[in-house]
């Protein structure tokens, strides 16, 4: 089990930043895979990145060169660096502790942080 609390949501303008981090706590954070998923309103939850207890990163090219993941095992924390904001990437953002499969897909176990709202608008 892992707790997780996300932070640093907003309203910000387009081409805008903002970084969101992700707390964890409860359990052995490095032995987790981290991923970073948004859901709009209607909208199913899409993974936008991830990344692995070592630190490799893959993203959805919706958001790939806009957006960067990264960990800190020390602090126990993933963050999102968010870059060059547009429109829709307005959503909830939430963080995930999940694993890698051989080939490098992400599975996520079930435990999800409060989310944090991202809102970009002009």
């Known amino acids: 089990q892992v707790h997780l609390v996300e932070s640093g949501g907003g309203l910000v303008q387009p081409g805008g930043s903002l970084r969101l981090s992700c707390a964890a706590s409860g359990s052995i954070f490095s032995s987790y895979a981290m991923g970073w998923y948004r859901q709009a309103p209607g909208s199913q939850r899409e993974l936008v990145a991830r990344?692995?207890?070592?630190?490799?990163?893959n993203y959805d090219d919706s958001v790939k060169g806009r957006f960067t993941i990264s960990r800190d095992n020390a602090k126990n924390t993933v963050y999102l660096q968010m870059n060059s904001l547009k429109p829709e990437d307005t959503a909830v953002y939430y963080c995930?502790?999940?694993?890698?499969?051989?080939?490098?897909?992400?599975?996520?176990?079930?435990?999800w942080g409060q989310g944090t709202q991202v809102t970009v608008s002009s």
């Open positions: 990344i692995s207890q070592l630190g490799s990163t």
């Open positions: 995930n502790a999940g694993r890698l499969s051989y080939g490098g897909g992400y599975y996520p176990y079930d435990f």
